[in-house]
């Protein structure tokens, strides 16, 4: 079992940045990959983007490419969202996920382990 919690979220004006966290506890192995995906109100789950931990590739779905970072810090066992330059359709809930499966990473059901969320409102 894999437990995953995420922080981080909250208020932010558009233009603003957040930094999101996510701590894994529990079978965590290096060949995981761990992912973010959003939902807003009457959406279906989105893919933000993901990271291989045990070699830092990243992956990175169109509304996060150039505005969004993923990292990690395998000794913290920590995934980290960096969204910057935020607009308010970027408003969601942002769940994180884990999974071994390195394939079709964009998808939810690829993963096996979700965090609870946490709510990102960008408004101003």
């Known amino acids: 079992q894999v437990q995953l919690v995420e922080s981080g979220g909250g208020l932010v004006q558009p233009g603003g940045s957040l930094r999101l966290s996510c701590a894994a506890s529990g079978r965590t192995f290096r060949s995981t990959y761990m992912g973010w995906f959003r939902q807003a109100p009457g959406k279906e789950r989105e893919f933000v983007a993901a990271?291989?931990?045990?070699?830092?590739?990243?992956y990175y779905g169109n509304s996060a490419r150039g505005r969004s970072t993923i990292s990690r810090d395998n000794v913290k066992n920590t995934v980290y969202l960096q969204m910057d330059s935020l607009k308010v359709e970027d408003t969601a809930v942002y769940y994180c996920?884990?999974?071994?499966?390195?394939?079709?990473?964009?998808?939810?059901?690829?993963?096996?382990?979700w965090g609870q969320g946490t709510q990102v409102t960008v408004s101003s």
């Open positions: 996920a884990a999974t071994t499966r390195g394939d079709r990473l964009w998808l939810s059901d690829t993963y096996d382990y």
């Open positions: 990271i291989y931990l045990s070699s830092g590739s990243t």
